[in-house]
């Protein structure tokens, strides 16, 4: 089964704060991506990449930017937190386009 | 664009009786389609995906059947177990060329099912 790890688990900051979510998989995936889940909504493309130093943008990229500096690590960052951006946050990884997704654990972040 | 309904909200069964969450979808290509599915406090994972043959995909006593048709990838069991309890995903994957290779999910189904 595919690995994909984040961290931190749970975040807590203030509005206007700066927050960085990390995710890595060990699987060789080329594709990464970054989700949001909320009530009502489910779950939401906010980035992804097909590999190191790609960027493509999701369907709600508004306040948010990412980074994919290796094979293996995905990056998530908000700049400038806001209580809108309180949400569980899901990495996943694929191998192409029609293969399955991987998630990870999420991370919970709360932005007060 | 792609999008995506599921059956929204809540759906309670009791224990025995047959499972059936709706899927329907629109795309213009011609699409792959999923259902990943979300126990508590655990992530999503694949449930089953559509095959390119048109077989049905089964897994866990559930299937799905892929009609072009009226396009729709409705998730059924015959019998529904306590331990099927989650939030069921239905996602479609249509791809355009190039390296597009997203996911559009639906809103999610909750399933509760009851002794």
């Known amino acids: 089964e595919a690995a994909v790890t984040q961290s931190p688990r749970n975040k807590v900051t203030v509005t206007g704060g700066n927050v960085t979510l990390s995710c890595r998989q060990t699987?060789?995936?080329?594709?990464m991506y970054w989700y949001r889940q909320d009530t009502g909504h489910g779950l939401r493309l906010i980035h992804y990449s097909y590999g190191a130093g790609n960027l493509q943008i999701g369907d709600v990229p508004d306040g948010y930017k990412a980074t994919r500096t290796t094979q293996e690590d995905f990056f998530l960052l908000l700049e400038l937190a806001s209580p809108s951006q309180t949400s569980l946050y899901f990495c996943?990884?694929?191998?192409?386009?029609?293969?399955?997704?991987?998630f990870g654990p999420g991370t919970r972040l709360l932005v007060l | 664009g792609d999008s995506v309904t599921q059956t929204e909200g809540l759906v309670t069964l009791t224990e025995g009786l047959p499972v059936m969450l709706n899927c329907t979808y629109q795309s213009t290509y011609s699409p792959f389609l999923f259902w990943y599915v979300q126990h508590l406090n655990e992530a999503p994972k694949l449930l089953l995906k559509s095959f390119t043959d048109n077989k049905r995909p089964e897994h866990q006593g559930f299937h799905a059947t892929l009609h072009k048709s009226s396009s729709s990838f409705h998730l059924q069991k015959s019998s529904a177990q306590l331990s099927d309890s989650a939030l069921y995903y239905c996602a479609l994957s249509a791809y355009s060329g190039g390296s597009n290779a997203k996911l559009t999910f639906g809103k999610g189904t909750k399933l509760s099912v009851k002794s």
């Open positions: 996943a990884s694929a191998g192409g386009t029609q293969d399955t997704q991987y």
């Open positions: 699987n060789s995936h080329n594709y």
